[in-house]
């Protein structure tokens, strides 16, 4: 398909790890991207794994990357509710990024 | 420093009406995009300045222009307002044009068409 395609809604408790998971399209995509964007907010960059990479980890995230299967996965360690938000993964295409409709995660105490 | 810097934050226009959204890169970077986030939507590309020149151009129709100055602010243009413009107008800066590495995004520009 056209789109880079995530799962609309997780919900965990506190504590627990979040995985949100994302398919992209572009098998030449360099980069790749996760955002943060809080209500009302504009995106905060997370991090980004380089495509030679298959996985990047900073303190409680962790990226993986399968390139044959085109899956991107952005794992959060010990989940607290400061991390519910939209998270949106995003690949380069032509020089520019596209996103996915994003996945919202809510952390109940 | 400064993130990306946008202004005005939010915004009231009627259709028909023209809007221009301003952007201020963070120091030392040279590339602007600018992106449309439509409510419940990730945000789509409209426009990318490089060096003062256009470096790619979205899905967008002719009303929306853009342009780069030479201290790589830049300025974004809607023409003959639609209530479908109504969206959250966000900017983002680089280093380069390239579109490698880390790209980092202002607040946005709420942009409400009545």
């Known amino acids: 398909g056209e789109d880079v395609e995530q799962s609309l809604f997780l919900s965990v408790r506190e504590g627990d790890s979040s995985v949100i998971n994302c398919t992209y399209t572009?098998?030449?995509?360099?980069?790749l991207y996760w955002y943060k964007q809080e209500p009302g907010a504009g995106l905060q960059l997370l991090t980004y794994i380089f495509s030679n990479m298959d996985m990047k980890q900073d303190q409680r995230l962790t990226v993986l990357l399968n390139k044959k299967d085109k899956h991107l996965s952005l794992r959060i360690a010990d989940t607290q509710t400061g991390d519910s938000a939209i998270y949106f993964c995003a690949e380069v295409r032509y020089s520019t990024l596209t996103f996915g409709k994003g996945t919202m995660l809510l952390v109940s105490p | 420093d400064a993130g990306v810097t946008q202004s005005p934050t939010h915004l009231i226009k009627t259709r028909g009406q023209q809007v221009t959204l301003r952007c201020s890169p963070i120091?030392?970077?040279?590339?602007v995009s600018w992106y449309q986030q439509v409510l419940g939507q990730g945000p789509q590309f409209i426009f990318q300045?490089?060096?003062?020149?256009?470096?790619g151009r979205g899905n967008f129709p002719d009303r929306f222009s853009a342009r780069q100055f030479p201290n790589y602010s830049s300025e974004l243009n809607v023409n003959a307002l639609l209530l479908g413009d109504s969206a959250l107008y966000l900017c983002?800066?680089?280093?380069?044009?390239?579109?490698?590495?880390?790209?980092?995004f202002g607040e946005g520009s709420r942009l409400t068409v009545l």
């Open positions: 572009d098998s030449s995509s360099t980069y």
């Open positions: 120091s030392g970077h040279k590339s």
């Open positions: 300045y490089y060096e003062k020149e256009e470096r």
């Open positions: 983002a800066s680089s280093l380069d044009g390239a579109g490698t590495g880390e790209l980092f």
